[in-house]
T-cell receptor, first 114, second 119 residues
Framework: DGGITQSPKYLFRKEGQNVTLSCEQNLNHDAMYWYRQDPGQGLRLIYYSQIVNDFQKGDIAEGYSVSREKKESFPLTVTSAQKNPTAFYLC?????????????FGPGTRLTVL | AQKITQTQPGMFVQEKEAVTLDCTYD???????LFWYKQPSSGEMIFLIY??????QNATEGRYSLNFQKARKSANLVISASQLGDSAMYFCAMREGRSSGGSNYKLTFGKGTLLTVNP
């Protein structure tokens, strides 16, 4: 079955630690995205990647980093510089970055800072 | 100004009845896409339906239809024959074209409408 997987489902982090959230897709999509969702809010874009070895900052990139070494994988690192990292993180992909292409989402990772 | 406005924080509907979830948008682009997603309590964002700005016909996908009124900049989601499993948050989102000068890569989301289907 084609789809997007994210791991772990739940993640707990101590203050000052970096953590990495995994996102893998087997849909052969070129474009991948990371969004953050806070309670009662819609999603906000953190980073996106149009193609392997390329990525761009979204609206709220501060305190986050990404890599895109393989087409299938787009991991997100939440660094200690992120002031308020507790949130629900969703990864998405689309066939291309075109505005008409649907973004499909993974199941999400819920990050809690202790 | 908000790009996507969903004015109904919560809606209730009886099972088997139809319900309309409102969405208005703001863009100066001629080319854009409008999307509706469903988010159940599990958290996954499930794609429901898409409407392109140049599409003349309203989009339909099974029990979902999109009432697209371009002049009014509205893209309301209609769910027919509601089922208990339709209870979830529903988000309207827009993706603008390149001519906006901003990124056309992101989806801009509304704040969502919580739909509850009563038996």
């Amino acid at each position: 079955d084609g789809g997007i997987t994210q791991s772990p489902k739940y993640l707990f982090r101590k203050e000052g630690q970096n953590v990495t959230l995994s996102c893998e897709q087997n849909l052969n999509h070129d474009a991948m995205y990371w969004y953050r969702q806070d309670p009662g809010q819609g999603l906000r874009l953190i980073y996106y990647s149009q193609i392997v070895n390329d990525f761009q900052k979204g609206d709220i990139a501060e305190g986050y980093s990404v890599s895109r070494e393989k087409k299938e994988s787009f991991p997100l690192t939440v660094t200690s510089a992120q002031k308020n990292p507790t949130a629900f993180y969703l990864c998405a992909s689309s066939i291309s970055p075109a505005s008409t292409d649907t973004q499909y989402f993974g199941p999400g990772t819920r990050l809690t800072v202790l | 100004a908000q790009k996507i406005t969903q004015t109904q924080p919560g809606m209730f509907v009886q099972e088997k009845e139809a319900v309309t979830l409102d969405c208005t948008y703001d863009t100066s682009d001629q080319s854009y896409g409008l999307f509706w997603y469903k988010q159940p309590s599990s958290g996954e964002m499930i794609f429901l339906i898409y409407q392109g700005s140049y599409d003349e016909q309203n989009a339909t996908e099974g029990r979902y239809s999109l009432n697209f009124q371009k002049a009014r900049k509205s893209a309301n989601l209609v769910i027919s024959a509601s089922q208990l499993g339709d209870s979830a948050m529903y988000f309207c989102a827009m993706r603008e074209g390149r001519s906006s000068g901003g990124s056309n890569y992101k989806l801009t989301f509304g704040k969502g409408t919580l739909l509850t289907v009563n038996p």
